[in-house]
């Protein structure tokens, strides 16, 4: 009996082993099937409507070549930006969209529209105070210089664009006097303007072509008591020494002395 149970399972055991396949295989055997299925049918397909079926081919070539564009093509080439009539029209049409009106400015501003740009700046400002971006700060800070200047500082003063102090810092040093003292006086709008700006605002005044201007110059160096500007004041009465004589006085005169005096005696 053990022998013939024994020729009995050899005689199975191919059937066990086709029966028992590994389940990957039968899953990939599976997957293969249903790919030749769904690749034959529209071949098929094909051959039995040849024109339907090329003009389907072509179809399915133009949906590939349009979406390989969408992701070579740059999207501002697909995409132009508004132009500034666009960005116009739309302020226009929604006056108390903040970001439209500030939109509309940055396009005037790159056009060169500089006084319109603020005013525009000044309608988005007003409809929303904390709105101003970093872009609509630079603006109002590079116009320093130019004649829209005061409508420029006038804005930062109003809104408080505190983030404006390193640009206007800058300017403070600016060997032009109206540029300077309108951005200090700015700065000291905003509560950020230091003695080292004053310090260096005075110092160049000192270089005043008029007289007035270097005597006050001095008087405010003298009160504020800084020594980094002795070297300042001592060019200042090198210069003033080779102006006046027997008939003239000199501008600053005394002047130098008491400031002198004052600084050195602050410790």
Known sequence: MSLLRRKD??????????????????????????????????????????????????AVLAAIAAGV????????????????????????????????????GHAQWDAGQRRAAIASYARALGLDAGGADRRTIDDLVSAF?????????????????????????????????????????????????????????????????ECDIRRRAVDRLGALADRRSLSALARARAEDQKTGGWFRSRCLGERLDQAEQKILARR
């Open 69 to 104: 564009a969408i992701a070579v093509v740059p999207r501002a080439a697909m995409f132009p930006p508004p132009t500034l009539a666009d960005l116009r029209e739309r302020a226009r049409a929604h006056p108390s969209d903040a970001a439209a009106q500030r939109a509309l």
């Open 145 to 209: 210089g130019t004649a829209e200047q005061a409508e420029a500082a006038a804005l930062l003063v109003k809104f408080k664009l505190a983030g404006a102090a390193p640009g206007l810092e800058r300017h403070a040093r600016s060997t032009t006097y109206a540029t300077r003292w309108a951005a200090l006086w700015t700065l000291e709008k905003l509560g950020k303007a230091t003695r080292a700006s004053y310090v260096a605002a005075y110092t160049l005044d000192l270089s005043s072509a």
């Open 9 to 58: 399972r050899a005689a199975d055991a191919p059937a066990m082993k086709a029966v028992k396949a590994p389940p990957l295989a039968r899953v990939r055997g599976g997957i293969a099937r249903v790919i030749r299925s769904a690749v034959r049918r529209p071949v098929d397909w094909a051959r039995r409507h040849p024109v339907l079926g090329a003009a389907t081919g072509l």
